[in-house]
């Protein structure tokens, strides 16, 4: 086993990457060439404003050594729980060490983007010890965007009773845009993102209602369709469907104070997106997209709108790779207040996102010059930030 370096904590001050701190307030944080000349559906879509945190910030890294860390819980009492999409569950103490290997979880498909993707603590979990994750499944030849369900055993070394809930079906034979991200809705029930699956084949499964591809999907603690689902009681459609016509999600949030559902997603060449995600709404893939093919090519018709079809809130043409997303609610970094969170694998940096009347107003760009592909985001307990990026640390941000 490759043995696991814990780093000792090294305080920075300040958390603004080196393009930021020359960024001209007023003027946007990014100063690329777009990839298309799609014109946005109403001012401040995209390219908005740049802002600067004015908090004076600590950022250290506090765990170096996982295996391509993919999600992060923090748990009631302050610890964190870490996934590796490799296949194993980590814990990291309070002194910021590495549990072994949490033992008991199924076999993941590790192949591509697949693995040990996101995972979620039960709310009541200080009394049942309940989790809730999402991995990527190999069976019968094909893969599938799988969750599950356990409970950490009271020694805290293996998870027992571990069973699946929900497939996302159809599986297909392929290896990419699983989605994977799970969170729990007020209510007790589970909200959780699949993907298309990349392919030309599969990506018209977006928009078909008999399919579990590239949605937001609605499922109870037992992996049933959730009370109230948008599509309940039709025949032709699978009623776990929350909202459809996405690409590739790997961000969920609930507003703090709204309580809407906000989705982060990826786009091709361009196109990433922000959106709130209304019960029973098409968000159009791969009809309309502010983002074209890889190689250059217009996807579809090359249009953005089209009637019937969600806008995004905001999007960004390059793309900065939205993952992990959190609202934050804490008090320490007022500033932050309610603000969207996003790690950025391609852009190598944290995302933040000012919001007013459900549009951003204002964008920053925090930690850039640490070179990172940024995976997941969790608020601790004090209002401190973690992050974990593909490279195996822990960053934690916090006020100086």
């Known amino acids: 086993m490759k043995t696991l370096i814990i780093a000792a904590?090294?305080?920075v001050s300040g958390c603004h990457d080196k393009a930021q701190d020359t960024i001209v307030p007023g003027k946007s944080v990014e100063t690329e060439k777009p990839n298309t000349n799609y014109k946005p559906a109403f001012e401040g879509q995209t390219r908005i404003q740049g802002i600067k945190t004015t908090t004076a910030l600590n950022v250290e890294e506090i765990v170096s050594g996982l295996s391509k860390p993919w999600g992060i819980v923090v748990l009631n009492d302050g610890r964190l729980l870490i996934t590796e999409k490799t296949g194993t569950l980590r814990i990291v103490d309070k002194a910021n060490k590495l549990s072994q290997p949490v033992t008991g979880l199924p076999e993941v498909n590790s192949n591509g983007q697949g693995g040990l993707l996101d995972i979620v603590a039960d709310p009541d979990f200080a009394q049942n010890r309940m989790l809730y994750w999402v991995f990527s499944e190999r069976k019968d030849g094909k893969n599938a965007t799988v969750v599950a369900k356990g409970k950490l055993a009271n020694d805290e070394k293996a998870v027992e009773n571990a069973q699946v809930i929900y497939r996302a079906e159809p599986a297909y034979d392929g290896t990419l845009h699983y989605g994977g991200r799970i969170i729990f809705d007020k209510d007790g029930n589970l909200f959780v993102s699949t993907g298309e699956r990349s392919d030309l084949v599969t990506r018209?499964?977006?928009?078909?209602?008999?399919?579990a591809l590239g949605k937001v999907l609605k499922i109870t603690k037992d992996g049933k369709s959730a009370p109230g689902n948008p599509f309940a009681g039709r025949n032709d459609v699978r009623p776990e469907i929350y909202s459809y016509g996405h690409r590739n999600i790997q961000g969920l949030a609930l507003h703090p104070e709204t309580g809407d559902l906000w989705e982060g997603e990826f786009g091709p060449r361009g196109g990433d997106e922000i959106n709130i995600i209304k019960p029973g709404k098409n968000y159009g893939w791969p009809i309309i997209t502010y983002g074209i093919e890889y190689d250059g090519k217009t996807i579809g018709d090359g249009i953005t709108q089209k009637e019937g079809m969600e806008q995004p809130v905001y999007y960004w043409?390059?793309?900065?790779?939205p993952s992990g997303m959190i609202f934050y609610s804490g008090?320490?970094?007022?500033?932050?207040k309610n603000n969207l969170l996003i790690a950025c694998l391609s852009g190598q940096h944290i995302d933040r996102l000012d919001i007013k009347n459900n549009k951003i107003a204002g964008e920053e760009r925090l930690l850039g010059d640490k070179n990172e592909r940024f995976r997941d985001l969790a608020q601790g307990l004090n209002g401190e930030i973690y992050a974990?990026?593909?490279?195996?640390k822990v960053f934690r941000i916090s006020k100086k």
């Not at 043409?317 to 790779?321: A, E, G, N, R, T």
């Not at 008090?331 to 932050?336: H, L």
């Not at 974990?388 to 195996?392: A, H, R």
């Open 204 to 211: 018209p499964q977006a928009q078909q209602l008999n399919s």
């Open 317 to 321: 043409d390059p793309v900065i790779s």
């Open 9 to 11: 904590a090294l305080s």
């Open 388 to 392: 974990v990026t593909d490279s195996g």
């Open 331 to 336: 008090d320490v970094i007022p500033e932050w």
